[in-house]
């Protein structure tokens, strides 16, 4: 157990739609990043948050949003969702302000998008 | 622009024997070097880490070489055991950086 939380585990949705996908870092970790993974893909960089800040993006979509609140746990906003946005949405947390550390996963929300 | 490849999407080994992961990148400002493990519908597990400034750093099982001239690194299990299987994914990062960039990882299986 990493102690990384993220809810929900599964998320089964239609074109179109919104969903909120949501995490809580590790005690004391203060950066929190989201991933996202395809099928048959790697782990893609979308956004990295530090003490509520946006510290860096990747490969996001507009349609995509994120926030890092005052207590640390970050939401990742998907809408007008398509159906190759089905895929795992991974969360991590770190100690560092920046990016290049160790990070800790948590258990990932899969989406399907149907 | 691929700049961490890992080249052999599969691997298999005999339970018992060495398991080597190989893992290669592009960029010259990556000094912070990481495998992770992931068990299907899990979240990847941290394994073992190592930065540049050293060529090996060891923990229990796991072994992980870096050759910085070669722009390699390895990963080495010893013994590999059947729990051991898995996808293993290389990650690279500038300490000073801002994101982890991971291979497509190599999914190994331990056969008993």
Redesign the interface.
Known sequence: DSGVTQTPKHLITATGQRVTLRCSPRSGDLSVYWYQQSLDQGLQFLIHYYNGEERAKGNILERFSAQQFPDLHSELNLSSLELGDSALYFCASSVEASGGGTQYFGPGTRLLVL | DQQVKQNSPSLSVQEGRISILNCDYTNSMFD?F?W?KKYP??????LI?ISSIKDKNEDGRFTVFLNKSAKHLSLHIVPSQPGDSAVY?C?A?????????????TILRVKS
């Open positions: 912070y990481l992770y519908a899990e979240g990847p597990t941290f880490s994914f990650a990062s500038a300490l000073s950086g801002n994101k982890l960039v991971f291979g497509a990882g």
